[in-house]
């Protein structure tokens, strides 16, 4: 492994040293995410024979009980409801009994004896498959198909858009509300279970705007904030409105995962208004450190995705957008990402940049107790 060290008395038991003398839990190695900034926790992490007929290498790599086969066998995805001790890495149910499936948590199947994994899960359901279809280079949805999606005027003009995550809250991205102007809640609207600008099903003021205390303008670094509507949403409107899912701190989306990017902005970049119709377009996962490459300092709290040849992207005006991921149990959807940033729309090697809400499950949590 030339110069790199996997582990050093710098560092306390079952973390490993990155090349800089930084300090990250093991289990953060070769998750696809560059926590040691210069890259050095994800060297080395092909997917070796060596993992896979190595049990107990297999039990601390990520690839081990994230829902996906990764080696012939299928050994990586064995013993993942076995009760282990928890920790940060494993998935706990309400009786505080902790197992090794990372996404458990409305994936369709029943992991916890209490059935806590798969309680309150009246969230990211739609009537649409969604099947292949090729915001810019993307296509009309349906009315209905994205009954998350939500447009926020400032105004009375489209502004930002955000994710219905229950009956009263929306997810959206920090940078909309910067400046006093914008962080004041009574200039918003929020336009609920719309396909065509100006035809909403259901129409709110903002009671309150909750931006995150760690937010950073110059980077966008924690780019994510909570809406409070000041009326709820009807049950008799669920056929056109619902919560999507939020994922749980252990979730991981993998390099190349298809998922999807809906809103109403612009196009092309070069447009100055956006889209009457609500558009969506497939992207893929971008490899953590690949992007980094790109862009520069990509923090645990961002992922990419888009199209590396260009063509798929968000733009001007998807700004807090959903980044819609789909659970390969029953095909529920989780709000992977929130559109936050990025170098142009639709240019080739420079994908899109989102807000990684797992990252934020507890934050979430801990404003919104209610939450699916």
């Not at 039990?59 to 009760?83: A, P, R, V, Y």
């Not at 928890?86 to 916890?112: E, P, Q, Y």
């Not at 939020?246 to 998922?259: A, D, N, Q």
């Amino acid at each position: 492994m030339g110069g790199g060290k996997l582990m050093n008395a710098s560092c306390p038991l079952g973390s490993f040293e990155c090349y800089t003398g930084l300090c990250v839990r093991q289990a953060q190695r070769c998750d696809g995410i560059n926590d040691c900034f210069d890259e050095s926790d994800e060297l080395f992490c092909d997917v070796s024979k060596e993992i896979c007929n190595t049990s107990i290498l297999t039990q601390q790599h990520s690839l081990f009980c994230d829902g996906i086969i990764d080696c012939e066998d299928g050994q990586d995805e064995q013993s993942c409801t076995t009760s282990i001790p928890c920790t940060n890495n494993t998935f706990k149910c309400k009786d505080n009994i902790c197992f090794r499936k990372r996404n458990a948590k409305c994936d369709g199947i029943v992991d916890c004896l209490d059935r806590s994994d798969e309680s309150n899960c009246s969230c990211g359901s739609t009537k649409y498959s969604h099947k292949l279809h090729r915001i810019v280079g993307g296509s009309d949805t349906q009315e209905g198909e994205w009954p998350w999606q939500v447009s926020l005027l400032y105004g009375g003009i489209a502004y930002c858009g955000a994710s219905v995550i229950s009956k009263e809250w929306l997810l959206s991205a920090a940078h909309c509300f910067q400046g006093n102007r914008l962080s004041d809640p009574r200039t918003w609207i929020a336009h609920l279970g719309m396909r065509t600008k100006g035809k909403a099903k259901f129409i709110s003021t903002v009671r309150r705007i909750i931006v995150h205390e760690y937010y950073n303008s110059r980077n966008h670094d924690y780019d994510i904030a909570l809406l409070q509507l000041s009326t709820p949403w009807l049950d008799t409107m669920r056929w056109l409105i619902q919560p999507i899912c939020i994922p749980p701190t252990s979730y991981r989306v993998h390099t190349g995962e298809k998922c999807w990017v809906t809103g109403w902005g612009q196009k092309h970049e070069a447009d100055d208004k956006g889209s009457a119709i609500l558009q969506k377009a497939e992207v893929e996962i971008v490899d953590q450190t690949l992007c980094h490459s790109t862009y520069g300092l990509i923090t645990a709290r961002m992922l990419c995705a888009g199209v590396m040849s260009g063509k798929r992207d968000s733009c001007k005006g998807d700004s807090g957008g959903p980044l819609s991921c789909r659970s390969k149990g029953d095909g529920k959807w989780f709000l992977a990402g929130i559109v936050s940033w990025g170098y142009g729309c639709g240019r080739a090697n420079f994908p899109g940049v989102y807000t990684r809400v797992s990252n934020f499950a507890t934050w979430i949590h801990k404003h919104v107790p209610t939450v699916f």
